[in-house]
Every structure is written in structure tokens, then in C-alpha cells.
């Protein structure tokens, strides 16, 4: 079976993230790295959890099994990076 969630400590930073609006660099498994604001978290009806972003350019959501590490840039942070 593969993971569908994360666990509960790392999905609380997330919550956190957004809750302030905090300015985020995200790598994802793939490597690929993008950045943003984090806005939400949403859940599908099938279970699976997205992190909204946004950017000047669009609106992203990132499954969130797909992170690997994420660093706010927001000075002052409750936080600073969080590894997956």
C-alpha cells in the first residue's frame, strides 16, 4: 500500500504555514523546487490532501506525499524548514 497521508506533526507545520500566509520554498520528491504562498489545505473526496500556493503567476496544488522539505522565507517564522 502506498502512503496516502502525512503524519500529524508534519501536517500541523502546514496548517501553520497557511494560517500566517507564510512565503514558501517547497522541494518535492522529484526534486523540482517551487515557491509561493501557502494559502490551504485541501482534501479530495478520495482522500488525498493538497497544499494550495500561490504566486504571482497561478494558483498550484502539491499532493502533499509529494513534499520532500519545506523552508519559509517569511522572517520571524514560528519555523523555519521541515523535512517530509
Known sequence: MTQSIIDCELHDYLEVA??????VQLTLKSQQVLQGKAKNIITTPE??????????????????????????????????EVIF
Request: hydrophobic share 40%; charged share 20%.
Open 18 to 23: 497557511c494560517m500566517y500566509g507564510y512565503e
Open 47 to 80: 482522500k488525498r490532501e493538497f497544499l494550495i500556493l500561490e504566486n504571482a503567476q497561478a494558483s498550484q496544488q502539491i499532493e502533499l506525499i509529494e513534499l520532500q522539505k519545506l523552508q519559509v522565507l517569511t522572517p520571524n517564522a514560528q519555523f523555519k
